[in-house]
């Protein structure tokens, strides 16, 4: 992580001049932070960004640096940049980084400070060895100029078109979440790896709604994550067993 810390450049140039860039580790920062995102998503009071997004939540330290921009000492702009690997189908796996929780305070934005942080973060990924930058985002046309493809769009199928033609299932069906699903999620052969030191995060969205079933032994058998607060309304995001 320190050498991350050091690969952090300075500045962003804004329309008043150059602004600094500094990692967010900090308890102090956190509250800013939280504050940032919230405001700039324009969620609600009973919203929290972090809540639904705790991998970009500095506390848990998951191999992500939390870049800030401050406008002197008060936090204006953020990225976030995780180095991960993505295991493919053959067994190997592809050194990789994603970027997320990118926000501009309402007042800063049109002057291309998320685009010099985002752009900045990628070459830091890309001096560690990523061999791709993925992030999920609707603004295609920022980060279409700094580079990025669209690779795939969300689909969304309503459950109610599905047909049930399968042996209606027996089983002791339970909600809240269970360390098991981060046990299974560390056994996917596809996709972003994930190591035991992405548990914390992974058990702290605190907005997910987990149901799942167990065997008569006792051991969870299959789940399904419903919802992530102020994404994924109503959706089946992540299932497994
Ligand atoms: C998206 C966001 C980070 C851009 O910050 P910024 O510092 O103003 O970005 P830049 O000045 O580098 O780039 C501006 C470009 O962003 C795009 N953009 C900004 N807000 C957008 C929005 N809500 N929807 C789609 N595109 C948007 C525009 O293409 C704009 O291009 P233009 O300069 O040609 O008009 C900022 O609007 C924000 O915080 N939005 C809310 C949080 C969010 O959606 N984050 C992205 C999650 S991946």
Redesign the pocket.
Known sequence: MEALERSLKQTVKCGSGDLSIREIHDRHHRVALASLLDR??GLSENSHFLDDFPIWDPIYGARVIRAGVFDREELI?TAGLRLSEWKLANGERLPIAVI?G???DPR?????????LTEHLCTIAKEKGAAAVL?????H??YGRLGFKLTGKQLRVSLGQLTTECEPLVAQIRTGYHLSIFEQALRRTEGIALSNRDMGWYSSHRNVRWVWTETEQGQLQSYIGIGRGIDLTGIIHEWGG
């Open positions: 700039s998503f702009a997320g990118v926000a501009t800063f934005r049109g002057q291309h400070i998320a685009s010099q992030l999920w985002g609707s603004q046309e920022l």
